[in-house]
């Protein structure tokens, strides 16, 4: 393969390789590694800051801007032309922005010691060296590809030239497709799947789907994406895969015309290590709070980068555009000598499964637990609009509440149209600062179509309130049994019919409105009320609570409970 040096203004050689594009002597050259989110971000900010900066963007692919979120949403045909996610070409980025855009360019190699990197051009088969005066790193992430017998017939999902091969083989008319992973990615491309009339299964060595969530939301994930016929096989690995079927670890067999792997990724940080920069904790690239990695002239964007979480300050990876959009500008606006903004990571996230919106932010219980923190979750069942306007459907959304400061840790919420709107508004929440018992004097857009006159959120904080002054009490579904074991009295306020068609074991009925004439009827033992959702249930246990009794509230009611783990092994209907 043919080398070229290039350095600084000698730009001959170059110019036979880029057209027209000339460096002016003693001009800033900014050189980028990617482009996609981070490195498109970076350059097109450079641009706006400085019209005569030379920047040169080098791409490994076909392709440096593309919709990569759209991708699965391709393979289902939902967006049917692969032209709608191409956002920019190198030329339509040179004609607006005088950029030196250059695709199937794959770096090779950094020398920081003469601020230079290595370029391959893999169309014109030579390599050639490029001097930096600044350097942004943004090759984003790999997919994570386990060694087990059979993988190469795994199709993965990350650039645009792997769902184009997705895309084709799904044109070949497969009957059976299997998806390996089960989080945000995974779940998209078997529901794209289903949409071609594909048979698919889903294989996660987890006992859930959604990582980020907590069980008793997972559940309600499962249940939307069972009754649109993916089959699930959750708890289990791929052990082999076959020509025509996969082998799971417990030894069963699924048939698998098509195999597209989607268990995460993972940083890709081959060239910074090679160039000997720091690699953080959790595998990425190490940065500061400018996003410099330990080489104060390199910079790292996106994927690749390590992020500090907004919680607890620790290293965090997060392959969400939104946040490597805002890195970019960042840098950019450094490199320029602009004042720029050090913003920790919340990691608000969404995916359509179906017919239902799942979106999370911040933690959840599990990794709450995990770190030792305290925390009080609460649970919330409201629809999503005035009940008495057409169309109300019902969410579910979780918050987790620090208990010393009452600052929201965390948020989930699964739901149909609504739920976009509650999860950003408590991220907005978390990033200011807000206490829990705060959501409840938001100001929130009301009209009987697209919310309550106490929304959702507000609901969220007054109960918040009731608990943090101590109020009233709450119980969580994972704690009933155990409390009801140690002789506590279960009492469901629900109506006569809605206890015939479905309650909790061990419990008694007396419906909320007959509570004031029987509360002779109790025991002076701890007791714990629910309805369905936990309205009545809080009603009921403040009348308790007021005459002395020892009441507590179980959170989320019957709909909490009856969707989470400790409903299945118990028979609801007697």
Same mark, same amino acid.
């Given at each position: 393969m043919a080398r070229i040096d290039?350095?600084?203004?000698?730009?001959?050689?170059?110019?036979?390789?880029?057209?027209?594009?000339? *460096?002016?002597?003693?001009?800033?050259?900014?050189?980028?590694?990617?482009?996609? %989110?981070?490195?498109?971000s970076a350059a097109t900010r450079l641009r706006r800051l400085d019209p005569e900066a030379s920047i040169i963007v080098l791409e490994k692919s076909s392709y440096v801007s593309y919709a990569n979120c759209g991708l699965p949403y391709h393979i289902g045909g939902v967006i049917s032309r692969k032209q709608d996610l191409l956002l920019q070409t190198a030329e339509s980025l040179n004609t607006r922005f005088n950029l030196d855009v250059r695709i199937l360019s794959e770096v090779v190699g950094i020398d920081r010691q003469t601020n230079t990197v290595t370029?391959?051009?893999?169309? *014109?088969?030579?390599?050639?060296?490029?001097?930096?005066?600044?350097?942004?790193?943004?090759?984003?992430?790999?997919?994570?590809?386990?060694?087990?017998?059979?993988?190469?017939?795994?199709?993965?999902?990350?650039?645009?030239?792997?769902? +184009?091969?997705?895309?084709k083989a799904v044109e070949d008319g497969p009957r059976s497709a299997v998806v390996i992973g089960g989080g945000f990615i995974g779940i998209e491309t078997a529901e794209n799947l289903r949409h071609r009339g594909i048979r698919t299964s889903l294989v996660e060595a987890l006992d859930q789907v959604l990582s980020p969530l907590d069980a008793e939301m997972a559940m309600l994930v499962a249940g939307e994406m069972t009754k649109n016929g993916i089959t699930l096989h959750l708890g289990q690995s791929v052990k082999a895969i076959h020509k025509e079927w996969?082998?799971?670890?417990?030894?069963?067999?699924?048939?698998?015309?098509?195999?597209?792997? %989607?268990?995460?990724?993972r940083p890709d940080t081959r060239l910074a290590s090679l160039a000997g920069l720091e690699i953080g904790s959790r595998?990425?690239? +190490?940065t500061n709070s400018y996003n410099q990695t330990s080489d104060a002239n390199i910079y790292a964007v996106g994927d690749a980068a390590e992020k500090v979480d907004a919680l607890d300050g620790t290293a965090s990876l997060v392959p969400l555009a939104n946040i490597a959009n805002r890195q970019g500008r960042a840098v950019a606006d450094h490199i320029m000598g602009r004042e720029t903004r050090w913003v920790p990571t919340i990691g608000t996230a969404i995916v359509k499964v179906f017919d239902l919106t799942v979106a999370t932010a911040g933690w959840n219980e599990k990794r709450l637990r995990a770190a030792?923190?305290?925390?009080?979750?609460?649970? %919330?069942?409201?629809?999503?609009? /005035?009940?008495?306007?057409?169309? /109300?459907?019902?969410? /579910?959304?979780?918050?987790?509440?620090?208990?010393?400061?009452n600052l929201i840790m965390g948020a989930q919420a699964v739901g149909g149209k609504g739920i976009d709107k509650r999860i950003d508004v408590i991220a907005t929440a978390m990033r200011a600062g807000l206490r829990a018992e705060d959501l409840a004097d938001l100001e929130l857009a009301y009209a009987p179509?697209?919310?309550? /006159?106490?929304?959702?959120?507000?609901m969220l904080g007054y109960i918040a309130e009731n608990l943090t002054s101590g109020f009233t009490k709450s119980v969580q579904w994972d704690e009933l049994q155990s409390r009801v074991d140690n002789g506590a009295v279960l009492i469901d306020v629900r109506t006569d019919g809605e206890f015939a068609s479905g309650h909790i074991p061990n419990s008694v009925n007396i419906p909320v409105d007959e509570l004031r004439g029987r509360i002779k009827e109790l025991s002076s033992d701890e007791i714990i009320i629910y309805c369905q959702v936990g309205v009545r249930g809080h009603t009921a246990t403040s009348l308790l609570r007021g005459y002395g009794y020892e009441a507590a509230n179980l959170d989320g009611g019957y709909q909490t409970w009856v969707n989470s783990p400790a409903s299945i092994a118990v028979d609801t209907f007697v």
């Amino acid at each position: 393969m043919a080398r070229i040096d290039i350095k600084g203004p000698q730009a001959g050689e170059l110019e036979m390789m880029t057209g027209d594009w000339k *460096m002016g002597s003693g001009m800033r050259q900014v050189v980028i590694i990617g482009g996609v %989110a981070g490195g498109m971000s970076a350059a097109t900010r450079l641009r706006r800051l400085d019209p005569e900066a030379s920047i040169i963007v080098l791409e490994k692919s076909s392709y440096v801007s593309y919709a990569n979120c759209g991708l699965p949403y391709h393979i289902g045909g939902v967006i049917s032309r692969k032209q709608d996610l191409l956002l920019q070409t190198a030329e339509s980025l040179n004609t607006r922005f005088n950029l030196d855009v250059r695709i199937l360019s794959e770096v090779v190699g950094i020398d920081r010691q003469t601020n230079t990197v290595t370029v391959r051009d893999l169309k *014109m088969e030579r390599e050639y060296v490029l001097k930096y005066d600044q350097l942004i790193l943004s090759p984003g992430a790999q997919p994570v590809v386990p060694p087990i017998p059979g993988i190469e017939r795994a199709l993965t999902l990350r650039t645009v030239e792997d769902v +184009s091969r997705i895309v084709k083989a799904v044109e070949d008319g497969p009957r059976s497709a299997v998806v390996i992973g089960g989080g945000f990615i995974g779940i998209e491309t078997a529901e794209n799947l289903r949409h071609r009339g594909i048979r698919t299964s889903l294989v996660e060595a987890l006992d859930q789907v959604l990582s980020p969530l907590d069980a008793e939301m997972a559940m309600l994930v499962a249940g939307e994406m069972t009754k649109n016929g993916i089959t699930l096989h959750l708890g289990q690995s791929v052990k082999a895969i076959h020509k025509e079927w996969v082998e799971l670890s417990d030894g069963g067999q699924i048939n698998a015309d098509l195999v597209i792997l %989607a268990i995460g990724v993972r940083p890709d940080t081959r060239l910074a290590s090679l160039a000997g920069l720091e690699i953080g904790s959790r595998g990425g690239i +190490s940065t500061n709070s400018y996003n410099q990695t330990s080489d104060a002239n390199i910079y790292a964007v996106g994927d690749a980068a390590e992020k500090v979480d907004a919680l607890d300050g620790t290293a965090s990876l997060v392959p969400l555009a939104n946040i490597a959009n805002r890195q970019g500008r960042a840098v950019a606006d450094h490199i320029m000598g602009r004042e720029t903004r050090w913003v920790p990571t919340i990691g608000t996230a969404i995916v359509k499964v179906f017919d239902l919106t799942v979106a999370t932010a911040g933690w959840n219980e599990k990794r709450l637990r995990a770190a030792g923190r305290d925390f009080l979750p609460i649970h %919330a069942h409201p629809s999503s609009h /005035a009940g008495y306007y057409p169309g /109300a459907k019902s969410m /579910a959304i979780k918050i987790l509440i620090d208990p010393n400061t009452n600052l929201i840790m965390g948020a989930q919420a699964v739901g149909g149209k609504g739920i976009d709107k509650r999860i950003d508004v408590i991220a907005t929440a978390m990033r200011a600062g807000l206490r829990a018992e705060d959501l409840a004097d938001l100001e929130l857009a009301y009209a009987p179509p697209f919310g309550s /006159a106490k929304d959702p959120i507000n609901m969220l904080g007054y109960i918040a309130e009731n608990l943090t002054s101590g109020f009233t009490k709450s119980v969580q579904w994972d704690e009933l049994q155990s409390r009801v074991d140690n002789g506590a009295v279960l009492i469901d306020v629900r109506t006569d019919g809605e206890f015939a068609s479905g309650h909790i074991p061990n419990s008694v009925n007396i419906p909320v409105d007959e509570l004031r004439g029987r509360i002779k009827e109790l025991s002076s033992d701890e007791i714990i009320i629910y309805c369905q959702v936990g309205v009545r249930g809080h009603t009921a246990t403040s009348l308790l609570r007021g005459y002395g009794y020892e009441a507590a509230n179980l959170d989320g009611g019957y709909q909490t409970w009856v969707n989470s783990p400790a409903s299945i092994a118990v028979d609801t209907f007697v």
